[in-house]
């Protein structure tokens, strides 16, 4: 950047995905280590004396972000490849970065593991997608029944405990992140916790899986009652492990959304179908071919997809990470769909620019009405969020002509290099870059 002697413009390298569409997307896609796994896992490597390889760590800009603020708290980190080494051992630091802090929400996760580990911790509210409130009340009201204390002052928050105390936690509604905090925090209060009204989501599973190979005595994860027992003698025990993060069951449902909208056919690899249940039962009755293995999903797309009446909701029911790439096939589907969000009021905002590819949609009150016309046209549109983002991806694949998709940043907190993976399966989709004046 050159700057003059009177004026300075500043000008930023922004990216954007260019697709051609309609081109069928056919062949095999290996998933990725999930990004809403790995990031709990990454806090929770603050928990144990020694070393913590993590394997299958995929190379996220939000992996990334929560990397940088682990190094600002004396961590060391090291990536080679797909695998990732956390060392705790020079900690040196509770005050999570606020720069740092406000570019993902995830961050809030380490509050658990700083005051099981320290005793303390302080930050500011995270930040991340705009997809509606996400207030963490639910966290703070659960730490306090472990007995921290919690002070706000000009927006961070300071929580402190001398000693944390077991305790009986309901949780009013299933909050993964609330129960995934609550689980490292509980492991240094003395005694045992309960958490009732838990979240159950496969991520939390694998966050105990984590857990239990450190030495920690957690159990009940994927039910709605987690125990913990925690204290400084079992603190004193955990030890570094090496863990393989699990597959990412919302890239696998993007994968198959943009195979189902191509009208192509997919295998996925390193897959667990159990886990993807939901929105494999949708594809089939939208009319998708599919084939389950304990570690493979076919898909087979039909001519036309047929509509279909959704509701998201907690796991076992239909993920809200992928109710937007289910947008985008009721837009494709032929008669009118249905779509009712239960978690995050403002993940319609993909609608808006759906909306310019030629789909009609009506919204109100946290549901869409979809009139599927079968196509979608190129255009110009800007990702809302992260998995917005991806659906806007899904829709160019599938649409007439050229879409620009910008905002990418978004896209790249939860795909890694998404129009690499694409291209595998015949995609006409690169990254290109643009210049902006700031």
Known sequence: MECGKTDCVE?????????????????????????????????????????????????????????????????????????????????????????????????????????????????????????????????????????????????????????MKGAEIRLPFPSVGATENLMMAALGAEGETLIRGAAREPEIVDLQHFLQKCGARVRGAGTSVIRVKGGRTQMAALRGTEHRVLPDRIEGGTYLAAAAATGGELLLQNACPDHMESFLQVLETMGCRLLRSPDTVYIKAPGRLRPAAVRTGPHPGFPTDLQSPLLTLMCLAEGESQLEETIFEARFRTAEELAKMGAAVTVSEGRARIRGTGRLFGARVQAPDLRGGAALVVAGLAAEGKTIVENICHIDRGYDTLELGMGTLGAEMIRKGQNKKK
């Open 11 to 163: 000008v930023r390298i922004v990216e954007c995905f260019e697709i051609i569409g309609g081109k069928r997307l056919q062949g095999e896609y290996t998933l990725s280590g999930a990004k809403n796994g790995v990031l709990p896992i990454l806090a929770a490597a603050l928990l144990p004396e020694g070393e913590s390889r993590i394997l299958d760590c995929p190379g996220l800009s939000d992996v990334a972000a929560m990397v940088q603020i682990l190094e600002a708290l004396g961590c060391r980190a090291e990536r080679e490849g797909r695998v990732l080494t956390l060392d705790p051992q020079a900690l040196c630091c509770t005050e999570i970065p606020a720069e740092l802090m406000k570019r993902m929400r995830s961050s809030v996760f380490l509050m658990g593991p700083l005051l099981a580990r320290c005793g303390e911790v302080t930050l500011c509210c995270p930040g991340g997608c705009d997809i509606g409130c996400r207030p963490i009340d639910l966290h703070l009201e659960g730490l306090k029944k472990l007995g921290v204390e919690i002070r706000e002052e000009g927006g961070l928050f300071r929580c402190r405990a001398a000693r």
